[in-house]
């Protein structure tokens, strides 16, 4: 049964810093595909970050710059480092292996940037 357990998520204040981890188990381990998206209220699921082919990386223009993912394969663990966060990134954050039409999906972990 494959499961992806997210943590890290939180409060924290504008301009600083969150890093999200997804815990990948019962499934080879895949780079290619492992992506975080996020949901805020009211509006649609959308793509943070993603590896994608021969390990390169796509970013939502919004986090470019500010966001970065990465991966400890030893772990089976994706990370998302979030910098100099904003109120506009206040969202549910899931992480998800496989693509987001047919992978599989965290529970989702809450980051609120709020002062």
């Known amino acids: 049964q494959v499961q992806l357990v997210e943590s890290g998520g939180g409060l924290v204040q504008p301009g600083g810093s969150l890093r999200l981890s997804c815990a990948v188990s019962?499934?080879?381990?895949?780079?290619?595909?492992m992506g975080w998206y996020r949901q805020a209220p009211g509006k649609q699921r959308e793509l943070v970050a993603v590896?994608?082919?021969?390990?390169?990386?796509k970013f939502a223009d919004s986090v470019q710059d500010r966001f970065t993912i990465s991966t400890d394969n030893a772990k089976n663990t994706v990370y998302l480092q979030m910098n100099s966060l904003k109120p506009e990134d206040t969202a549910v954050y899931y992480c998800n292996a496989g693509g987001p039409q047919y992978g599989y999906w965290g529970q989702g972990t809450q980051v609120t940037v709020s002062s």
């Open positions: 590896f994608t082919s021969g390990g390169s990386t």
């Open positions: 019962g499934t080879m381990f895949r780079i290619n595909g």
